[in-house]
C-alpha cells in the first residue's frame, strides 16, 4: 500500500509544481487504513488549501519566513455534514524539507466515539471487578485504541485534536476518557440541556462521569432520563443497575439487572455479552446473600467465557474469582481455593508476556492469600502455595502478598 502511495505521489509532485518564490507544502490526507481522502480543506494561519483530490493530496501555501523542520498545526476546515466529520489524528506536522509531502492521517468522529464507548465499557462499571486506578485506566483506553489502528502516541495527539470542537459532547467524552469527570460532567450536563444530536448517547457519558464521582443519586436520575427515551439501552441498565447497588438499593437493582439480562439473552443464550449481565445480577444476588441463587448465574457466566474465549482470558479469570468468592461466603474453602489459585495464575502469565503488572494482579494475590489464611494456613504453609503457582511469582511479590493479608516473619 505504501509502494502504491509513493508512487501516486511521484505523479502528483509532477502535477504540482512547488514555487521556488512561494512557500509550499503537498499535503496527503488517508485514513488509518491509508486510503486516500478526497474533498477534504486544510488551512494554516489564515491561508487554505484547495480540496483534497481523488488520491488525497492538495497544497497549502506557507507564510514565507517559515523554513523546513518547523513544526506547524494544521487545521481541518468543517465539511457540511457534521455527523460524518473527520478530524486530524496528528494535526501538528514537521514542514518537510524540499518536494517531500506531509502526511496526515484522519479520524472519522464517529468511529472515535465507538471506541470510547469501548474503553468506557471496558473499564467497566460492573461490581465483577474492582475499580482500576488512573494507570490502569490508561492502560486499557491503550489497547482500545489498539484495535481501531491507533498508536499510544497517536491515541495521545486524537484524543487533544477529538476535543478541538465547538461540540460539548465530544469535548465531553474527550474529558471522560482523560479522567477529568468533573469537567466532563459539566459539558456533558450543557449538551443533554440543549437536547441536541443524539441525546441518549449524551446521557450515558454523563451519568458514567457521575458514578466515576461517586455521584450515584445523580447518576441514577440521569439513567432514568436516558431509558426514558430508550428502555432497552444496555449501557444505561447496567450504569442505572451498578449504580442503585451503590446506594444498597438492591432490590430495584436485581429488578434492572434482569431486565438487562433479558435484553442480552436475545443474541442467544450463550452469547459472550450474556456474562456481564450475569455477572451483574449474581454480585446482587451474592452482597444480599441469596447464595443458592448467585451460585448457577455465576457458573453459567464462566462456562460461557470458558468457551468463547478460553480458559487462560482475563473475563474468564473475573468469573472464577467470582464464583470462588461466593463459594467462599458459603464457607466452601476447599472448592474456591483452586478456583481462585487459577485465577491469580492467569493474571501471573499475563503479567509475565506483556513485562506490565495486570491491573487485577494485586487483588488476586490478596484474595488468594486471605482465602489461605482463612483455611487456617500458617505462614510457612502460603508462602509454599504462593511459591508453587505457575509462573512462579518472585520474592517481592510473595512478602507483599503475605504482608497485605497476615503478619510476615521469615524467621
Known sequence: MKRRVAVALGLLLAALPLSAAVPKILLVARDLEEKPLPGLRFAYASLESKKTTPAGATELVLPPEHQEGRQIKIQLLSSAKKSDDWFLVNPQINIPSGSAPAELVLMRRGVFRKLADA???????????????????????????????????????????????????DRGIAAYLEGQYPVAEDLLQGAADKKEGDLVETLRYLAASQFEQAKYQAATATCRKGLALNSENQTLLNLLGN?????????????????????????????????????????????????????????????????????????????????????????????????????????????????????????????????????????????????????????????????????????
Open 119 to 169: 474503553a468506557r465499557d471496558a473499564t467497566g462499571q460492573s461490581l465483577n471487578t474492582r475499580e482500576l486506578n488512573t494507570e490502569d485506566r490508561k492502560r486499557v483506553l491503550v489497547e482500545t485504541a489498539a484495535r481501531y489502528g491507533l498508536s499510544a502516541e497517536q491515541l495521545n495527539t486524537a484524543l487533544s485534536s477529538f476535543a478541538e470542537t465547538q461540540d460539548p459532547k
Open 243 to 411: 449504580s442503585l447497588s451503590q446506594l444498597s438499593e438492591f432490590a430495584e437493582a436485581a429488578v434492572v439487572f434482569r431486565r438487562e439480562l433479558a435484553i442480552s439473552e436475545r443474541l442467544g443464550p450463550d452469547h459472550p455479552d450474556v456474562t456481564s449481565s450475569l455477572g451483574n445480577l449474581a454480585q446482587v444476588l451474592h452482597r444480599t446473600k441469596r447464595f443458592v441463587e448467585a451460585e448457577p448465574l455465576m457458573r453459567r457466566a464462566l462456562a460461557i467465557d470458558e468457551k468463547a474465549f478460553g480458559p487462560d482470558h482475563p473475563d474468564t479469570a473475573v468469573d472464577l474469582n467470582n464464583l470462588a468468592r461466593l463459594l467462599q461466603a458459603m464457607n466452601r474453602f476447599s472448592e474456591a481455593e483452586p478456583l481462585m489459585r487459577r485465577h491469580l495464575e492467569i493474571f501471573l502469565t499475563i503479567t509475565r508476556r506483556t513485562g506490565h503488572e495486570y491491573p487485577l494482579q494485586r487483588a488476586a494475590f490478596d484474595n488468594y492469600t486471605l482465602l489461605l489464611s482463612r483455611m487456617g494456613k500458617s505462614i510457612a504453609e502460603i508462602w509454599d502455595a504462593l511459591e508453587s503457582l505457575t509462573p512462579t511469582p518472585n520474592d517481592a511479590e510473595l512478602e507483599a502478598a503475605i504482608v497485605d493479608v497476615v503478619p510476615l516473619s521469615k524467621d
